[in-house]
């Protein structure tokens, strides 16, 4: 081990490894070269992949930007909104849209897909969203209105209320982006399969929609406790249907989505 081994504890240069930038990283490198110490090489093993994890990141991230922008140079369009939906196959609450046209000149760090977010950073992903977003809106519809029209039908509706709410924001965008196959919504859409894993605008949506659908069954929770929308979020569970078994339906069901298992009609 060289002298400068004897220069700092192991904790010690943890610590400085765990605060420096890359410059840092280097100097410190090149500081500790001949310092053998297992601690030592394994908090640089550490630090590295550090460093390697930032670099994934920060290409994923670029990825999701530069396929809206692909696309935006390709069909010579200036603004696009991202459209995804949250709540397709409850048995309970309303399927929610999110639409999101993003200021392409502030980036949103660790921006994803929703399901890749973990729940308990989705609300400050969602904050950020709505505060450097263009527009934004969230539309729901209703159990009733899924129930009388189908799903197929409701999907239509939903995103065709949200492209208007964006509209009367005064934003028109050129490219309508929805996440899955063709809808058949907007002369503008274009389809995107698994598009919340490949475009900003759409991950975007699709974070708004989620947290927003989520804090709904959170407050319907408390009015029927009985059926732990707050954990269930209204998917089908095991112990959401029994308790839909052991109590009926509340007026949030969705009475299409229970009858293979619910005689309340």
Known sequence: MGDSGNRATVGQIKDMLSKADRAGFAKLEQEFSDDDRKGVVAAFASARRRFDREDRERERLEGLYRFERDLAREREASVIVGLDEVGR????????????????????????????VKPEDRPAMARMVKETALAWSIQHIQPDEIDAAGMAASLRVAFSRTIADIER???????VLIDGNPL??????????????????????????KVERDSLMVEYSRRFPLYRF??????????????IKLHGLSPIHRRSFCRSFCQDE
């Open 230 to 243: 707050d954990e269930c979020k209204g998917y089908g569970s095991p112990a959401h249907i029994e308790a």
């Open 184 to 209: 058949h919504v907007d002369e503008r859409e274009v389809n995107v399969v698994k598009g919340d894993g490949k475009c900003a605008s759409i991950a975007a949506a699709s974070v708004i929609a």
């Open 169 to 175: 924001q005064g934003i028109v965008p050129d490219l």
């Open 89 to 116: 196959g409850p048995l309970a609450g309303p399927l929610t849209i999110g639409a999101v046209v993003l200021d392409p000149a502030v980036p949103i760090t660790g921006l994803n897909d929703s399901k890749q």
